[in-house]
């Protein structure tokens, strides 16, 4: 078998290694076992070189003895304008000591070019620049004397772009770029959700964001200043139709946004407009909003508000936050942060409170610590009662138990990936873990029925027909959970898309059609009798198996137009206006919006082609069709008297320590939008 080959680093005899959830090694030095690598070598050769445990046999395994070969200088000025230049006396003063150097701590260029053809400055200057606008950092850089020293050392032929230019014709060249890239994705795409949401800036102005994801593509639309206009059900269709109209009213297939009341009335004076627009409303926001009503139940309230007392105490009060520290070095050989949930991302409160568990027992030795016990940083009479007692931790166990599944339901749902039949599914999943689960009856039987009216309210506002139909057309579930009523409104809505579709037109029978091979589909037999075909279901994305499959088949155009919509604005939304609130505070708080504008619509491409080449996303696909219930049990609808898996949390927590949650949330306020929809009963 070819391939690079495995570093004896690696060998247990070094390191012990745990395989992740995510997939990846993560490697503990096994001489000092305070250290842990995941997935690299070079740092863990370097680390087994300085540890102190370590034995010097050990180390001489490792030590770096290679020595840098003589290589042949590239362009350089000694050869471009004679042996005068400074810059290669200085190299060939050091060479006696650059070839006796390790090959680490060599020095890897040995000239530089003081002179860069136009070509090269215009690619150089680009690059620098999508640097500036993706990281979002002050245009004003390069005003930097630092930067200015840097930039001369390293490549003094290089003119290195002004404020203004960055600002300016840069700016407005990439911007070129952008609509090149947006409208060639508007017009190879099958599918178009138009998305939108309300947001305060952080100059207290109402602005209104704009997004379509294009077959999986999200691409920012603009943002609206509303000013002194109130966000009324009529201005916000306006603005819709406005958005709808410039990318094409044959393009557009559905329009996603929070569930706010002037949003749902602005999806009736659209369908004046658009008929066959479909309007649903955000999955995500719906289960974070059914998390903010799970926390409002004052018996679970006042369990997250003790939690957070203690919280808070450990982390903004400095002589606690160092003991907790010590205990923590002591006990996990390393320091665990202690994170405050915030009200604007309620699914922070999961992270939260499991974070307070795993740090049980260092809690406890802090509050008893007698460097706690007088003074000014003494521990308080309700801290050390809550740390103390059984039935605090029993509490928080179970407040853990009931959002764990809503948190991995927001974390399946919130993607760019498009799922609008794994809704129902989650939903049904969520009443039954209501229903069945005893960690939903700890506090008793009044907030059991809170919890299963919280549940159905849920439905109630996040599911649609469409939803419905997807989940019809999914072969993974194929309705068979749906209510009758669901069933005959998911399969209505088939119905419409189908007469709605080219085909319909040209074929008399074509709706007839659909409808025999949707009772084939259902039933599995016909053209869907084939067993070898439903076995790749269980793991390929339902559109992919569509299109592998039954590319011919009548039913196939409108199941891959339905099942292609993203069933949430999260991620398109959510992510763009971080970029545009990291904008506004680091790049010159002066610009306009106009100008701001600008710099969101760049970063947030060359955001998605980060994402996209580093592949971020990978894993949270691989979870949504390997590993998409959110309980488990003997039959995965269930759960009867089972808790979630544990691997879930540890899961979860992996995944936010990774970065694909922004642990930032967690230890600042955020800024509260312009929804007001809640799930209260």
């Not at 419905?468 to 669901?486: M, S």
């Not at 589909?521 to 793991?539: D, E, H, L």
């Not at 970063?603 to 488990?632: E, P």
């Amino acid at each position: 078998m070819s391939g690079k080959p495995i570093s004896k680093i690696w060998n247990p005899e070094y390191y012990s290694v745990e395989l992740l959830p995510t997939g990846k090694r993560k490697a503990t030095c096994n001489f000092c076992g305070a250290k842990s690598y995941t997935e690299n070598a070079s740092k863990m050769k370097d680390h087994i070189l300085q540890c102190p445990q370590a034995d010097e046999e050990t180390k001489l395994q490792f030590q770096p003895t290679k020595r840098l070969r003589e290589s042949k200088p590239f362009l350089t000025s000694q050869y471009m304008f004679g042996p005068s230049s400074e810059v290669n006396a200085h190299v060939d003063e050091d060479k006696s000591q650059r070839d006796v150097l390790p090959l680490r701590q060599a020095p890897r260029i040995q000239g530089v070019a003081d002179q860069i053809g136009q070509n090269e400055q215009n690619t150089v200057t680009g690059a620098f620049a999508r640097w500036i606008y993706s990281a979002s950092l002050p245009l004003s850089v390069t005003e930097n004397p630092y930067f200015c020293e840097f930039a001369e050392k390293v490549c003094p032929a290089w003119k290195y772009p002004s404020r203004f230019q960055l600002s300016s014709n840069l700016l407005e060249s990439e911007v070129a770029h952008v609509d090149a890239v947006n409208a060639s994705a508007v017009v190879t795409a099958s599918t178009i959700v138009v998305q939108s949401n309300g947001w305060t800036s952080v100059k207290g102005k109402a602005l209104i964001n704009f997004m379509a994801v294009c077959d999986c593509t999200p691409i920012y639309l603009g943002t609206i200043d509303s000013k002194a206009e109130a966000h009324t059900s009529s201005y916000i269709a306006e603005l819709i139709k406005s958005k709808i109209n410039e990318i094409g009213t044959d393009k557009v297939f559905a329009l996603c946004t929070d569930n706010a009341v002037n949003m749902r009335l602005a999806w009736h004076l659209l369908r004046d407009d658009f008929p066959s627009l479909v309007c649903f409303g955000c999955a995500a926001r719906s289960f974070s909003l059914y998390a903010k009503d799970i926390v409002k139940i004052p018996e679970i309230k006042e369990v997250v508000s003790n939690a957070t007392a203690v919280l808070k105490w450990l982390k903004l009060k400095q002589l606690p936050n160092t003991v907790l520290n010590e205990k923590c070095i002591e006990i996990f050989q390393q320091v665990m942060t202690v994170h405050i949930s915030i009200e604007s991302r309620w699914g922070t409160v999961f992270y939260s409170l499991t974070r307070l568990q795993q740090l049980r027992m260092p809690i406890e030795q802090t509050v008893m610590d007698p460097r706690l016990q007088s003074g000014t940083d003494e521990v308080p009479d309700h801290i050390r009662q809550f740390v103390l007692s059984y039935a605090f931790w029993n509490d928080i166990e179970a407040v853990t138990h009931i959002l764990r599944p809503l948190v991995k339901a927001i974390l399946l749902t919130e993607s760019d990936l498009p799922q609008p039949g794994l809704i129902c599914h989650i939903i049904q999943q969520m009443k039954s873990f209501t229903e069945d689960s005893d960690d939903c009856r700890h506090f008793g039987c009044k907030v059991h029925q809170k919890l299963l009216d919280i549940c159905q309210a849920c439905a109630d506002v996040c599911l649609s027909d469409i939803h419905f139909a997807a989940n019809i057309l999914d072969p993974r579930f194929r309705g068979e959970q749906l209510t009758e009523d669901q069933d005959i409104k998911g399969t209505q809505f088939i119905a419409k898309a189908a007469s709605e579709s080219d085909f319909a037109a040209m074929s008399p029978d074509f709706e007839m059609q659909v409808f025999e091979q949707l009772g084939e589909f259902k039933t599995m037999t016909g053209t869907f009798s084939n067993k070898f075909k439903w076995n790749p279901a269980k793991t390929m994305h339902p559109m992919s198996w569509w299109s592998s499959f039954h590319s011919k088949n009548p039913l196939s155009e409108t199941a891959r137009k339905i099942l292609n919509v993203t069933p949430t604005a999260g991620p398109a939304i959510t992510y763009n206006w971080k970029r545009r609130a990291s904008t506004q505070m680091k790049l010159c708080s002066e610009f306009g919006v106009d100008r701001i504008q600008k710099l969101v619509h760049v970063s947030s491409l060359l955001a998605l082609q980060k994402k996209q080449k580093q592949g971020l996303t990978s894993f949270i696909a691989d979870l949504s069709r390997h590993n998409f219930n959110v309980i488990h049990g003997p039959d995965n609808h269930s759960v009867e008297g089972t808790h979630m898996d544990e691997a879930d949390s540890r899961m979860l927590m992996d995944l936010m320590e990774s970065g694909q949650f922004d642990v930032d949330e967690l230890e600042t306020d955020g800024v509260e939008d312009n929804a007001d929809y809640s799930c209260d009963v």
